[in-house]
């Protein structure tokens, strides 16, 4: 069963999940999507996507395949 967001209730992606991790915990059982997410930072759901880029480009073990 796929991780909903704790703030819209969409369904989740795995860098969604990954991303939440990286921003506000490793830990954290609770997720949220990229417009959550963008909503709770001050940012844009582009800026989002650029992390994850980012995190991903820099081999972050969080953010797989
Ligand atoms: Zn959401």
Same mark, same amino acid.
């Given at each position: 069963?796929?991780?909903?967001?704790?703030?819209?209730?969409?369904?989740?992606?795995?860098?969604?999940?990954?991303?939440?991790?990286? @921003?506000?915990?490793?830990?954290?059982?609770?997720?949220?999507?990229?417009?959550? @997410?963008?909503?709770?930072?001050?940012?844009?759901?582009?800026?989002?996507?650029?992390?994850?880029?980012?995190?991903?480009?820099?081999?972050?073990?969080?953010?797989?395949?």
């Amino acid at each position: 069963m796929a991780d909903l967001c704790c703030g819209c209730r969409a369904a989740l992606t795995s860098d969604e999940v990954a991303i939440t991790r990286r @921003l506000i915990n490793r830990g954290t059982t609770r997720f949220y999507c990229r417009s959550c @997410l963008a909503e709770a930072f001050g940012l844009t759901t582009e800026d989002v996507d650029r992390a994850i880029s980012y995190y991903r480009r820099i081999g972050c073990t969080l953010f797989r395949n």
